[in-house]
């Protein structure tokens, strides 16, 4: 069982790196990627858990935005988290999800809602990337929102008058860096169209200029048309064809191993890093 996309208290998600690899250990997932949002942190713990035969791949997945302003999010898997400059564009990005942030809660509180800075930061996991998920998490605790769910198909939605995007690389950017550290370069949920724009099917053959290796396309997030469409695009620009989970802990209703990749795909997609650096026991 290969799962390539989930998350951990390192950003939104809720379980730690640590119990992540427990409970993947414990379902049978032989292949494991961990893509936290913009960061690398919760690699090393990860790593120090791993014991018999599951293996990791360990990667990010990067927040990107077009030149059109659309949101884009690109899953790096198998790079070195040593590379500077893709440490540096990581950086540069969670740095905006501050100012970001006090933007969102600034118009909420002109609008009368009752929130602040220091609510969402009692709601963030320590060293956890900042992101929309811990604000929901604040409107849930002060009993403004009943869940996560509410808030992302309301109040905090990418339509919503309370959105502000955060500086971020255009993918085309993302990518290249992710072949420069070695990785390779998967689109996440292209066509999960209930976020918001999404991406056309003409906009693809730029990113595999650019060098991108995949296309995420069984995805809770798409339905069965949408990812009939992916396939196709995939094939006919000989991409991989990935499925995952983008397992949150509680913070969303995702399942891990509910969606995976066939394993063919995966011998296709590790062949395409620089190195062999799943990481194994
Ligand atoms: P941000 O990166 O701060 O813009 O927040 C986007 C994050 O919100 C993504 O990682 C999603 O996983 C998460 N998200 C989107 N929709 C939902 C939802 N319905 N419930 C919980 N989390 C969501
Ligand atoms: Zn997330
Ligand atoms: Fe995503
Ligand atoms: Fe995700």
Redesign the pocket.
């Known amino acids: 069982m290969i799962d390539l996309h989930t998350h951990t208290n390192k950003s939104?998600g809720t379980d730690s790196p640590r119990e992540l690899v427990n409970k993947a250990i414990s379902l049978g997932i032989t292949l494991l990627g961990i893509t936290d949002?913009d960061t690398t942190s919760g690699w090393a713990q990860a790593a120090e858990t791993v014991r018999g035969s599951i293996g990791l791949a360990l990667g990010s997945e990067i927040?990107c935005l077009t030149n059109d302003g659309v949101s884009v999010h690109m899953l790096a898997l198998l790079f070195n988290g040593e590379h500077k400059e893709m440490q540096i564009m990581l950086e540069e990005t969670r740095d905006g999800?501050l100012p970001r942030m006090r933007k969102m809660i600034e118009k909420m509180r002109a609008a009368g809602i009752d929130i602040s800075m220091d609510d969402v930061e009692a709601a963030r996991p320590d060293g956890a990337v900042l992101?929309?998920?811990h604000l929901?998490d604040a409107l849930v605790n002060k009993g403004i929102i009943k869940s996560?769910?509410e808030a992302?198909?309301g109040m905090l939605n990418n339509g919503s008058a309370f959105y502000v995007s955060h500086a971020a690389p255009t993918p085309v950017d993302a990518i290249a860096m992710i072949c420069a550290a070695g990785g390779v370069a998967v689109i996440a949920h292209p066509f999960a169209s209930h976020?918001g724009q999404t991406l056309q099917a003409a906009d693809f053959s730029d990113l595999v200029a650019a060098g991108l290796h995949g296309i995420e396309v069984d995805h809770r997030d798409q339905n069965p048309d949408e990812r009939a469409m992916l396939r196709n695009i995939a094939n006919e620009l000989g991409l991989v064809v990935t499925g995952a989970s983008?397992y949150?802990g509680n913070?969303?209703l995702n399942s891990l191993g509910e969606f995976q990749t066939a394993p063919d795909q995966w011998e296709r997609l590790e062949s395409l890093a620089d190195q062999r650096r799943v990481v194994r026991a």
Request: without cysteine.
């Open positions: 939104d949002h927040s999800r992101g929309r998920p929901a996560r769910d992302f198909q976020r983008d949150h913070g969303k």
